[in-house]
Nanobody, 126 residues
Framework: VQLQASGGGLVQAGGSLRLSCAAS????????VGWFRQAPGKEREFVAALDRWTSGTVYAGSVKGRFTISRDKAKNTVYLEMNSLKPEDTAVYYCATRDGRVVTSAMDQPGQYHYWGRGTLVTVSS
């Protein structure tokens, strides 16, 4: 499975961006798709995940209500719609997936994911 994240850029605080994560290769996996981010000098942190089996979603508390994860099955693409962006959202954003399902409570753990795409940089200016 290959993942390609795109859609990052520079935006002012309060603005919006939509990130895309396009999958190619063996895309029939039922594993979740997650978005993570890593700011300079900080550890990678969970942002949101979508269970491709149930379509259930999980969000980090810091983005709940502002970010929305969704997918287009026909395009094998998962999106992260980001609204009301804040300077603290500045980071490199990565999408990831795995083979097989995982319990919802584990979807926020980077170690559960087998495949990672290259990141896309999101910069939010104040």
């Amino acid at each position: 499975v290959q993942l390609q994240a795109s859609g990052g850029g520079l935006v002012q605080a309060g603005g919006s961006l939509r990130l895309s994560c396009a999958a190619s290769g063996r895309t029939s996996s039922s594993g979740p798709v997650g978005w993570f981010r890593q700011a300079p000098g900080k550890e990678r942190e969970f942002v949101a995940a979508l269970d491709r089996w149930t379509s259930g979603t999980v969000y980090a508390g810091s983005v709940k209500g502002r970010f929305t994860i969704s997918r287009d099955k026909a395009k094998n693409t998962v999106y992260l719609e980001m609204n009301s962006l804040k300077p603290e959202d500045t980071a490199v954003y990565y999408c990831a997936t795995r083979d097989g399902r995982v319990v919802t409570s584990a979807m926020d753990q980077p170690g559960q994911y087998h495949y990672w795409g290259r990141g896309t940089l999101v910069t939010v200016s104040s």
